[in-house]
């Protein structure tokens, strides 16, 4: 079963506009990341952060943790045409396995 | 994708043929993982290994197995290919322990007809 779950599944905004994107997980974790698809193309990894840690930053990108919600935010601040592509959480479960959510498709609006 | 190939990059086969997928990379990572992606599933884990020889089972690993003779590659075989194998498929690998992420190869698009 899938331990991230994103939300939305979908996102169109303007470009320039800030998108924000949700993940929740079950069970307790290591740390969650965050990557980055392109049409196409493999996962590109974009900001870790640790169980232990609340918010971090990443040039346009900010997450945040909540371990007691079990819950994170991805946040992509003005954002671009260039950020168009499919978001996915990853948990970093405690038995070392990574294990993926079904992603949310931003597309930035012209 | 620098410092990870997967091949071929596509492949179409018939159903109950055996087929094998490689992932080489030049980073020296002691970890790797294949997964596959299909609509509506995202990306779900199929066998990963912690070295040489020393390999484990993921999610959906019925029909498959994997061989890591050497540090750099890490081979996916399905033993008899079937339909609902068709799916596009990506290694990963990690360098450290917890706290790294993923480098991913750019996938190999398979087609069982």
């Known amino acids: 079963s899938q331990q991230g779950e994103e939300d939305p599944q979908a996102l169109s905004i303007q470009e320039g506009e800030n998108a924000t994107m949700n993940c929740s997980y079950k069970t307790s974790i290591n ?14 990894h974009l900001i870790l952060i640790r169980s232990n840690e609340r918010e971090k930053h990443s040039g346009r990108l900010r997450v945040t943790l909540d371990t007691s919600k079990k819950s994170s935010s991805l946040l992509i601040t003005a954002s671009r045409a260039a950020d168009t592509a499919s978001y996915f959480c990853a948990t970093d479960r405690e038995d070392d396995k990574i294990i993926f959510g079904k992603g949310t498709r931003l597309h930035i609006l012209p | 994708d ?10 179409v086969t018939e159903t109950g043929t055996p087929v094998t ?5 030049t980073e020296n990572h002691r970890y790797m993982y ?11 884990l199929i066998h990963y290994s912690y070295g040489v020889k020393d390999t484990d089972k993921g999610e959906v690993s019925d029909g498959y197995s994997v061989s890591r003779s050497k540090t750099e590659d890490f081979l996916l075989t399905l033993e008899s290919a079937t339909s609902s194998q068709t799916s596009v498929y ?9 706290n790294y992420g993923y480098t991913f190869g750019s996938g190999t ?3 069982v007809v």
Do not use: E, M
């Not at chain 1, 740390?31 to 590109?44: K, T």
């Not at chain 2, 620098?2 to 492949?11: D, E, F, L, M, V």
């Not at chain 2, 997928?21 to 990379?25: A, G």
């Not at chain 2, 294949?34 to 779900?44: A, I, K, S, T, V």
């Open chain 2, 109 to 111: 698009r398979l087609t």
């Open chain 2, 21 to 25: 997928l490689r992932c080489h990379q």
């Open chain 2, 2 to 11: 620098a410092g990870i190939t997967q091949s071929p990059r596509h492949k």
């Open chain 1, 31 to 44: 740390n969650l990341q965050w990557y980055r698809q392109n049409s196409g193309r493999g996962l590109v």
């Open chain 2, 34 to 44: 294949w997964y596959r992606q299909d609509p509506g599933h995202g990306l779900r």
């Open chain 2, 90 to 98: 990506f290694c990963a690998t990690r360098g450290g322990g917890a």
